[in-house]
């Protein structure tokens, strides 16, 4: 008895039934003894130059007689792919889908050959296999191994049908094989040579009918109980592209154009993008709702991204929302720009992308610290409003509040760019007044603190940023 293990590297075998167009989403399970010998063949020819070619052709040839299975519990998955047609329209594509077997990169396929092979083909089989590096389409990457007789193997569990020890009241499906009469020329042709000739089935096949496990093709794992619900996640970052990307002092400016594109593209209200109830009140939710975050990554002083950051989280629809944005149409006839989702995620999963989702005892003002109110003589200073606000968000007072006077913005290829003041930064949002006063601290607290922090008036428009320091 020959058996061989078969093993896929990424967990995954993706291959097309000879009998079905790719685009049916028709995964071949289990793998057809066909598809086998054609993979050892190709070995055979392009991995073992100095193998005897008539021993092992002789051992591909006692391999024609149909193999029994052992299959591990799997599932069925597939990926779509929009292919340019190479044609003047840059939009014109073809579908095509992917569809794989799903079995985790540890499971293993046992294939059983009820035939006796000499030493020498044995052999010759071992080095076959171990030169076959995918099976079915490229992306199958996989090992093979011939199996020791001392080797412990598993029961088969799909075998033809009219096999002993495999279940009557299992599915039956067609299974591509070879037959007696194949001749070893037969393996070496490709598939499209075969198409190009008209073939209807391979030269030297046969269709067998084998008994498969009812379950073979289900989950390995059992499903998730209905009752759980996956968190929502609270952050969304959109890059940003174009011929002249916007100034960083103009944060408030770019905010403003994200969150009324959102909320087009939002069907109904949404009071986390919008802050506002479907009444047009203003929400009373202690800062749950959205903050529109701009983010300058690249060189110079220029916003590279928005981070959109809600404590609340975001629906299926806000979601999808946020992914509809595609462009910003900028004032004052500036170029359009480009806009693209780069992924949703929990603030963690930012904490080594944007010092804005650092963890740190030092935190310096990113933008300005614009006043929510009036001062008072010798009350509300903006100290003192620094401290309220971080009161209001759960935050610990600092032990040192430090005046700073502008933001230290850098340039991955050219370091600091120097202090840019806040009088350069827009502190009010377009057509509306706010208290007088914009500043910059940076604050010193006892233990460390997790970002992000968010103050003062228009910290949902990017205003009030502040950003971890080492």
């Not at 806040?422 to 603190?449: C, K, M, N, Q, T």
């Amino acid at each position: 008895m020959i058996c061989l293990a078969v093993r896929f590297l990424s967990g995954r075998f993706h291959a097309t039934p000879w009998d079905h167009h790719v685009n049916e989403g028709v995964p071949e399970w289990p793998i057809s003894p066909w598809r086998i010998l054609r993979a050892l063949t190709a070995a055979l020819h392009t991995q073992c130059p100095s193998l005897d070619r008539g021993i092992a052709e002789t051992a591909l040839r006692k391999l024609v007689a149909p193999p029994l299975f052992t299959l591990p519990a799997a599932s069925m998955g597939h990926t779509r792919h929009y292919l340019s047609l190479n044609t003047v329209k840059r939009t014109d594509t073809a579908l095509t889908i992917d569809a794989f077997v799903a079995l985790g990169h540890c499971k293993v396929v046992h294939v059983h050959w009820p035939v006796d092979l000499t030493g020498g083909e044995r052999r010759a089989l071992s080095l076959m296999a171990r030169g076959v590096s995918y099976l079915g389409r490229a992306e199958s990457w996989c090992e093979i191994d011939v199996l020791d007789d001392n080797d412990d193997r598993p029961e088969p569990n799909c075998a033809p049908v009219g096999e002993d020890g495999v279940s009557s009241d299992s599915p039956c499906i067609r299974v591509l094989c070879p037959t007696e009469s194949m001749r070893q020329t037969d393996l070496e042709r490709t598939t499209s040579s075969l198409q190009r000739e008209g073939w209807n089935d391979p030269p030297g096949t046969r269709w067998v009918l084998y008994h498969r496990p009812g379950d073979a093709l289900s989950s390995a794992w059992p499903p998730l109980p209905a009752t759980i619900e996956l968190p929502r996640p609270v952050v969304a970052e959109l890059a940003l592209g174009g011929p002249v990307l916007p100034l960083f002092t103009d944060a408030v400016l770019v905010a403003e154009q994200v969150r009324a594109a959102a909320l087009s593209r939002h069907e109904a209200s949404s009071e986390t993008l919008s802050g506002k109830t479907s009444d047009g009140e203003r929400l009373r939710d202690q800062h749950r709702h959205a903050h529109y975050l701009a983010d300058a990554r690249g060189p110079g002083k220029r916003v590279t991204h928005v981070v959109v950051y809600a404590p609340a989280g975001f629906s299926e629809s806000e979601q999808a929302a946020l992914n509809r944005v595609s462009f910003l149409a900028q004032r004052h006839n500036r170029p359009t720009l480009d806009v693209v989702l780069s992924g949703f995620g929990s603030a963690d999963d930012f904490h080594d992308v944007t010092p804005l989702f650092g963890v740190s005892t030092r935190w310096r003002s990113r933008t300005p610290f614009v006043l929510i109110r009036h001062p008072r003589r010798r009350k509300d200073t903006p100290r003192d409003q620094v401290v309220r606000e971080l009161r209001t968000r759960g935050l610990p007072a600092p032990s040192e509040i430090i005046p700073i006077a502008g933001a230290r913005l850098r340039d991955p290829g050219a370091g600091d760019l120097g202090a840019t003041r806040w009088i350069e930064f827009v502190s009010s949002r377009y057509g509306r007044d706010h208290p007088p006063g914009a500043f910059g601290f940076e604050l010193v607290f006892p233990e460390p603190v997790r970002g992000p922090i968010l103050l003062g008036y228009g910290c949902h428009y990017g205003l009030g940023q502040f950003e971890a320091l080492p």
